[in-house]
């Protein structure tokens, strides 16, 4: 019965192969954003993206981005580069 029951999840999983993977990704961002709002110290600094987090706002230029953020930030920020919190 058990062996069955498996065999049928196997079944629905790779028939619904893009369901479920989209479902994994939603997952992940839900519990990525989650994270990010409910952190201990919430310093203040952008939004960073999952997987990625800021490099989009970085560029190519790291000190000016630096200099942007401690301008729009102040003396204390912080910033994700991928999954890492730089402060």
């Known amino acids: ?3 069955n029951t498996l065999y049928q999840l196997i079944y629905v999983i790779k028939s619904n192969f893009f369901t479920t993977l ?4 939603f997952t992940n961002i ?4 989650i994270n990010y709002f409910i ?9 960073p993206l999952p997987i990625i987090g800021n490099i989009h706002q970085i560029g190519a230029d790291f ?3 630096l200099k942007k953020f401690h301008e729009k ?3 204390l920020y912080e ?3 991928g999954s890492t919190r730089m402060i």
């Open 1 to 3: 019965m058990f062996v």
């Open 22 to 25: 989209l479902l994994i990704i």
């Open 30 to 33: 839900i519990q990525y954003y």
């Open 39 to 47: 952190r201990p110290s919430k310093i203040p600094g952008p939004l």
């Open 63 to 65: 000190t000016a981005a």
């Open 73 to 75: 930030y102040g003396d």
């Open 79 to 81: 910033f994700y580069v």
